[in-house]
């Protein structure tokens, strides 16, 4: 009896997990918008805690098999997620609710703050989250081919940055950098300054309506930077560190010591057509037939020694003959150019605060290497952002930020770098560095490396003041006052070691400070009646700016030069040299923002801005503009399921560029110091002529958009068009020579601006295992000159600038040179003879078939040097939970760049005495079509010539993946978060370009990995 009760309690036991599953049922579904009540197609339905799942149908219908005890879990983008038991059911309605989604994000606009899905105009936003795991030196690495429109080059040195334009050139001779705006304040200092580990968002401002409230300084576009402000609750601190490594994208390197030995043999054979080939052969390298006898024989006095011969044939020098026979070779490349430039960022903020005040403080640093040797940067910088609300109708506050940067850099000289023999000496026998490596002119590319002392510090203060009061009638009043301080110093001195420091050495001092303010005055009003709504700002601006600057210089320091640069005062040749400045400007504008029951926007406004750098005559001028947007998908007669936005944009505005030099109207004066045989006299005179009538440069811009946003929101899609005339361009007019001028700025000729871009964003997989997103790119440009000075030819057509090479109906960046077919090659001679030229000469076409070279008749509109279109892709991924990876590819395509290197412009005196750049060249035995011979002849074409070679490229521009370190890890230690990342930049390219790389062509770019950490308290 015993034995079966055990056996049956046995059974029972191995029977046990079988009785407690439930068996598999099949439940159906549908899944609503709680607002509307309408399906919900492509929804994520899946059985909790496994890969089980489905998505719904267009009718928003799923059916599904789990166990009857399940869990649903129910998830679309801009939804919330949902957990439903099913508890045995087999039918369910799940209600999503809608999550604030992308179209109701806050974007910043001028003195302001709008909903995405109510802007007029067009304008981008760029979330700093999407690059917190990237190594960034300045803001730019972030909107590098991210925002369509906005083009930007890569800086090469430590310090980072680019130039940025947005929408193509608009100007030939004013600055075309767009107008910064840090926390609703015009700044007007270096992007250097500002750390992007503060940064929370940035906004562009692309077309004239939404950057026409900036008015006198916006026609090159608006770029807003919103830093990171305080939250309510406890102190929140949070570190991050960052190290990365750098090396150049593309070896561009010398001829190396062997290279170097055939090259000189080239050149010298080159140089000498009536020795036999072999004679600048290695003695122990002869070719098949000749024999040493025959080799010796070929001079008329040759040396003993068969390797001094050779290298007496080759001209070495008597420093490179003993480094060669003693086996000493300088690899100058390995010297200058480093592979493993070190890169360190940390960063420490702290916020909080509460109902009646926020704060947000945070220090940053960061330590650069550049990839040329001397190339370092440094810059500490701290921000201090606090808000104060001391009643309900009053908030004051000011965002603060201090930068002191180390820009004191002094850095090898790559041009002496490619002449460099490799048999040089570095040093001289008693180790101090040697002038001349090779006891010739090619000076050594180290020398002011280590001969220069330099001392370059730049520190600055930026801060906005401000005050937000609630009046009455619901109008808000703020008052902001954003003064900038500058203090610089530029230190040098050039030991007698160095060409420049000559016998006993030369110093200078520049010193420079600043002060700018600007002074905002702004009202605004929001009201709505029914179904009208409406925004209205007004602004009164005020702003000065001074500045300060000196320069003192001195040489041939007695009794010695120890004291460098603080001790200018015992050269014996000072000078010195003074420039202070100051202007004045002010501005009114008021902006109007209407809408119609929410279908039906209108932005429209007008500012008027006045400043002292123009004539008398027209010290103001005033900038309209007005934009229209109908949301088509409001309308009650539209019925798309799968449309949630689709929104027509039209706006046309007039702004204005007032970048020049700011006493560019006046009659300006200069002192020349002379003797007249008897004393020394001091005499003043005019330098320019006064422009009373100089006025505004001016872009008139139209902007047709259009938004559309599908799946809701899974899918958005911006497109924009625009044409952009710019009038009254800053220009110099060049004055015939009796007037005893040579220019007068004037304003001159007319700009055009074209162009298309395209912004497509996809979720393209969203569950709880996988989110994978797009974001795509596309742009192009077209600019052209209208006019230029007025001055036309016989036949009624405009004659063009030659000297800057501008070109009425031809586009700024249109290269205008001789057109190249290619080599001429040996059986061509004859035919290369008649104009002028030999067999590894460029073959260039002759228009008009004279036989001569002439700029005017036979030079021709060859191609572009900016891109004909612009990509950019990124793919952002998060899996597994805790993961998050992305990727971005940059492209562009269709210029081409000067490459002075293929024209081998030889022929001087010390071309056989100096090395080059390792690139291919022509021979009898090598008759290549794509580079010269190593002499050259170029002497034949009127007006100079220029070699182009396409850099069109694709880029593997960023990558990362990220790693959040589990929750219930971090709880253990009380840390909110932490999070491990590896990013890399300018990975890999495709392009034909030959030299450094497609984008920094002459200079080398940094391919950079980097590791960090970051965590949050």
């Known amino acids: 009896m015993k034995k079966n009760l055990l056996l049956f309690f046995v059974l029972a036991l191995m029977q046990t997990p079988f009785f407690a599953q439930d068996a598999n049922i099949t439940v159906t579904g549908t899944v609503i918008d709680q607002e509307d009540g309408m399906p919900v197609i492509g929804a994520n339905v899946v059985e909790k805690g496994t890969t089980n799942g489905i998505l719904t149908n267009f009718d928003g219908e799923f059916t599904i098999e789990i166990p009857s005890n399940a869990t649903l879990v129910v998830s679309y983008i801009g939804y919330g997620t949902t957990e439903i038991p099913v508890a045995g059911q087999t039918n369910i309605e799940v209600l999503l609710k809608t999550e604030v989604s992308e179209l109701d994000e806050v974007v910043v606009v001028g003195y302001g703050t709008m909903k995405k899905s109510d802007l007029t105009g067009s304008v981008a936003n760029v979330s700093s989250d999407t690059y917190k795991d990237q190594h960034m030196t300045q803001i730019t690495d972030m909107l590098q081919g991210t925002v369509a ?36 304040s015009i700044y007007n200092g270096s992007l250097r300054d500002i750390n992007p580990a503060d940064v929370k968002s940035i906004d562009i401002l692309k077309d004239a309506s939404s950057a026409a409230v900036y008015g006198s300084r916006a026609s090159s576009g608006v770029i807003l930077i919103t830093t990171k402000g305080g939250g309510k609750g406890k102190p929140t601190v949070s570190f991050t560190s960052q190290l990365g490594m750098s090396s150049p994208t593309n070896d561009f390197a010398p001829n190396n010591a062997s290279e170097y030995l055939t090259f000189r043999q080239d050149v010298k054979r080159a140089l000498d057509t009536e020795s036999p080939s072999y004679y600048y052969n290695n003695p122990s390298q002869l070719p098949t037939g000749v024999t040493l006898d025959q080799w010796r024989n070929a001079s008329n006095n040759p040396n003993a020694d ?282 009114s504008m008021a902006r109007l923002n209407y809408s119609f029951g929410d279908k039906y926007l209108l932005t429209a406004s007008v500012r008027r801005d006045g400043y002292s750098a123009f004539g008398q005559e027209n010290p103001r001028a005033t900038f309209p503009a007005v934009a229209l947007a109908w949301k088509v998908s409001s309308e009650d007669f539209f019925n798309v399921d799968a449309i949630s936005q689709l929104k027509l944009r039209a706006s046309w505005g007039i702004n204005g560029n007032r970048d020049i030099d700011i006493y560019g109207a006046l009659a300006q004066t200069q002192s020349d110091i002379y003797y007249d045989g008897t004393n020394t006299q001091v005499g003043v005179y005019n330098s320019t002529l006064a422009n009373y009538g100089l006025r505004w440069e001016k872009t008139e811009s139209i902007n047709l958009g259009l938004d559309l946003s599908l799946y809701n929101n899974r899918v958005n899609l911006g497109v924009d068009a625009y044409l952009m005339k710019t009038v009254d361009l800053l220009m110099e007019r060049k004055l015939p020579e009796l007037t005893g001028y040579e220019s007068i700025l004037s304003n001159l000729g007319e700009l055009e601006n074209k162009g298309v871009e395209v912004s497509l964003s996809t979720v393209n997989i969203s569950n709880e295992d996988l989110t994978w ?118 492209g562009e395509f269709g210029q081409v760049s000067a490459f002075s290197y293929a024209l081998r412009q030889g022929g001087s005196d010390t071309y056989d005495r100096r090395n080059e750049v390792n690139i291919p060249y022509w021979t009898p035995e090598n008759p290549i079509n794509d580079y010269p011979r190593l002499i050259t002849n170029t002497t034949v074409y009127g007006g100079g010539i220029q070699i182009y070679k396409k850099n069109s490229y694709v880029r593997v521009q960023d990558l990362t993946l990220s790693y959040n370190i589990p929750e219930d890890i971090m709880d253990r230690y009380g840390i909110s978060n932490a999070r491990l990342f590896f990013s890399g930049r300018n990975l890999y390219y495709f392009s034909k370009w030959p030299g450094w790389d497609p984008q920094s062509l002459n200079s080398p770019l940094a391919k950079t990995y980097s590791i960090g950490f970051s965590l949050t308290l």
Do not use: C
């Open 306 to 587: 068969n390797t001094r011969e050779w290298l007496t044939r080759l001209t070495f020098f008597p420093v490179e003959t003993e480094n060669y026979i003693n086996g000493n070779t300088v690899d100058w490349y390995d010297k200058i150019i480093r592979k493993g430039a070190v890169q360190q960022k940390y960063d420490l903020s702290i916020n909080g605060g509460s109902d009646e005040a926020t704060y947000y403080w945070s220090m940053g640093y960061m330590d650069n290497e550049g990839l040329v040797l001397g190339d370092d940067y440094s810059a500490l910088t701290t921000r201090l952002n606090l808000n104060f609300k001391p009643t309900k109708w009053m908030d004051i506050g000011m965002n603060t930020q201090y930068t002191n940067r180390d820009e004191s850099s002094v850095t090898a000289d790559l041009t002496d770098m490619y002449r460099m023999s490799p048999y040089g000496s570095e040093y001289n026998e008693d180790g101090t560095i040697k002038r001349y490596p090779n006891d010739f002119t090619v000076e050594n590319p180290l020398l002011d490396y280590y001969g220069q002392d330099r001392e370059n510090k730049i520190n600055t203060i930026f801060s906005t003041l401000y005050t937000n009061i609630q009046l009455p009638f619901g109008i808000k009043y703020k008052l902001s006052f954003q003064p900038r301080y500058e203090f610089s110093r530029d230190y040098n001195f050039w030991s007698s070691e160095t060409v420049t420091g000559g016998q006993s050495g030369f110093a200078t001092r520049e010193e420079y400070s600043s002060f700018n303010w600007i002074l905002d005055n702004i009202l605004t009003w929001k009201k709505e009646f029914g179904e009208h709504s409406f925004d209205l700002t007004l602004l009164q601006s005020a702003e000065q700016n001074k500045s300060w600057y000196s320069y003192l210089q001195n040489e041939q320091f007695t009794p010695n030069e120890n004291l460098g640069f603080n001790g200018l005062q015992y050269g014996v040749n000072p000078a010195v040299s003074t420039n202070d400045t100051q202007s004045n400007a002010d501005a």
């Open 773 to 890: 997103r797009t974001d795509l790119t596309f742009s192009l440009n077209r600019n052209k000159i209208n006019s230029l000075f007025g001055d036309f030819d016989e036949n009624g057509e405009e004659l063009p600038d030659y000297t800057n090479e501008w070109f009425p109906d031809h586009a700024i960046d249109e290269i205008w040179n001789y057109n190249t077919l290619g080599i001429w090659q040996v059986d061509e001679a004859a035919e290369a003879a008649l104009v002028g030229l030999e067999p590894g000469d460029w073959k260039v076409e002759d228009v008009n078939g004279d036989g001569i070279y002439d700029e005017l008749t036979d030079k021709q509109f060859i191609g572009y040097t900016e891109p004909r279109f612009r990509l950019g892709m990124r793919n952002q991924f998060n899996f597994l939970k805790n993961f998050t990876a992305s990727i971005f590819l940059r």
């Open 149 to 184: 429109g906005l083009n930007m080059t890569q800086g090469t040195t430590a310090a980072g940055g680019g130039e940025i334009e947005v929408r193509g050139a608009n100007s030939l001779n004013a600055s075309t950098q767009p107008m910064i705006v840090v926390d609703g």
